[in-house]
């Protein structure tokens, strides 16, 4: 997630307050906070996934005993990801 997602996700969630120089800034809402947490969760989710990716690639679909160690491993921080956002 970059500066523009988290920009995004204020304008959408966010309650907006004029500046004095004209600009229009955004404050997060409980709810804003909740939606990038929600995205970063994600994130991290889909990188491990990748990982998992890569090394079943790398194996060439033919994994040894490490290589299953290190994807429960990946899918274990998965669990626990996703299960901070459903708390």
Known sequence: MNRDDIINLARQHGKPVQEQNAEVEYLFTLEGVNALLAA??????KAC???????RETA?????????????AVQDCITVIRARGQS
């Open 40 to 45: 970063e969760r994600e994130a991290c989710v």
């Open 60 to 72: 060439d679909n033919v994994l040894s005993h490490e290589d299953y160690r290190s994807i429960q």
């Open 49 to 55: 996934q990748s990982v998992i990716e890569e090394i």
